[in-house]
């Protein structure tokens, strides 16, 4: 008993350090194989409000980009609104295509990160404003990223720009579809994978999102062609994308939520159960 | 003592506020960002406790990893280096490490360099490799390492430049 005393005391030090070592392993692993279930992410008080902070301050700095983003939208609108047939029916589906309006919740990116292989955002809307988890997450541009954590409010964002994300995804002409990845290169490029050689695909088409997912509606934009190259051992494409959005500069979001989307997950649950 | 103490915790704060703040938007050329954080444990106090060193890295990591969710990757490097920083201190300095009369804001000499060098690649070494996570990854890892330890320890020595305590 004694010399096990001894022994602790002796090597206190070491001890507490591989204890340690073996927490802050267990976070990275934990981080890099599961989807959904991280213990430390930037959603939750402190640097949420630390966060947003620091954001009203670089809004200052940006404001005139941003205007003219909003200018340009805008105007897009109005020549949706102006241009359309027949002024006295109310129209259900807003110009974000396939959306209605009471699914969007507008929020802000209040911290973004590019520059590792796992990249995520924070926003400044959480679950008071009813953002879950799984909900996407879209700009005026394209497609940004998936929400993965909530707190009450703020939320953190898978972005596109992640070696875990994968999204379903089409090329808008032949209804081709594969799956959108991330090499961890570019941050403006983005590899569409499993799309089969049998379509008939060239550069500059127009890639959008597919109507396998549950997390976006079909057809919103992504991006165009960049670079096809074939695989010669599958039969399949990977298609470099040149994204619409910047993502090294993102401000205002729209976070989608699907009102089937419970439904469409029960049904194919109940599927996998009989 | 405890003005020592007293000065780690200042340091401790301002350092973790500098780096989120600022150092953290800084990508030079896209990817390569500094990490003037870590002066914390080099500067750390060459005869304090050496459990506190682990702890504080340990804590100084993970709210890193809260602001950037990384998951544990800048805990384990903090602790990997905090950890070795008596190793390093014999590499460098050799016997005037055992009288304990090293004192590192002053000027720069080649110990104190081949003390700061050391300490930050084996810090950006084991937070590279943890990120990226993959093998094939391991030339990526090295020009990471390689591109940001130059640009830290420039930073490094720049705020041991600035504030350089006048006392003595």
Not at chain 1, 188 to 217: C, E, M
């Amino acid at each position: 008993m004694q010399q096990i005393f001894n022994f602790i005391f002796k090597n206190s030090n070491r001890l507490l350090f591989l204890l340690l070592l073996g927490i802050s392993l267990s976070l990275t692993i934990q981080s890099h194989s599961f989807h959904r279930s991280k213990i430390i992410s930037s959603a939750n008080f402190l640097s949420g409000g630390v966060y947003e902070k620091v954001n009203n301050l670089n809004e200052y700095l940006n404001l005139k980009t941003q205007n003219d983003a909003l200018a340009l939208e805008n105007a897009k609108l109005k020549s949706i609104l102006f241009n359309r047939k027949d002024t006295t029916a109310i129209k259900k589906l807003d110009s974000i295509k396939g959306v209605k309006p009471d699914d969007i919740v507008v929020s802000k990116v209040i911290h973004n990160s590019y520059n590792v292989h796992e990249n995520y955002l924070t926003l400044n809307s959480g679950e008071l404003q009813g953002v879950k988890p799984d909900m996407g997450v879209i700009n005026s541009l394209g497609i940004v990223g998936i929400i993965e954590n909530t707190s009450p409010n703020y939320s953190t964002v898978i972005s596109i720009l992640n070696k875990k994300s994968q999204i379903n995804a089409k090329i808008k002409k032949s209804n081709h579809f594969g799956s959108l990845i991330w090499n961890g290169k570019s941050t403006g490029f983005v590899q569409l994978v499993d799309v089969p050689r049998l379509a008939a695909i060239r550069k500059g088409d127009t890639i959008v999102t597919g109507g396998q997912s549950v997390i976006f509606p079909e057809n919103i934009n992504i991006g165009t062609i960049d670079k096809i190259e074939k695989d010669n051992q599958t039969n399949y494409y990977t298609i470099t994308v040149k994204l619409f959005n910047d993502m090294t500069n993102l401000g205002h979001v729209y976070i989608i939520k699907r009102k089937d989307r419970e439904e469409i997950t029960n049904l194919e649950k109940r599927e996998k159960d009989e | 003592m405890n003005s020592a103490l007293l000065v780690n915790i200042f340091r401790f704060i301002l350092l973790l506020a500098v780096q989120i703040i600022i150092f953290n938007n800084m990508n030079f050329l896209g990817y390569i960002s500094p990490f003037p954080y870590i002066l914390f444990i080099i500067l750390y106090p060459v005869n304090g406790n050496k459990s506190g060193l682990v702890v504080a890295s340990f804590l100084l990591g993970l709210i890193m990893d809260m602001f950037s969710n990384s998951g544990g990757i800048h805990a384990t490097a903090c602790l990997v280096l905090a950890y070795f920083r008596p190793s390093i201190f014999k590499f460098a300095f050799g016997l005037s490490y055992e009288y304990q009369t090293v004192k590192l804001n002053d000027v720069l000499t080649p110990e104190r360099f081949s003390f700061i060098l050391l300490s930050v690649v084996i810090h950006h070494f084991t937070l590279f490799i943890l990120e990226a996570f993959q093998f094939s990854f391991i030339f990526d890892i090295l020009i990471r390492t390689l591109l940001s330890t130059v640009f830290t320890i420039i930073i490094c020595i720049i705020i041991i430049y600035l504030i350089k305590p006048n006392k003595r």
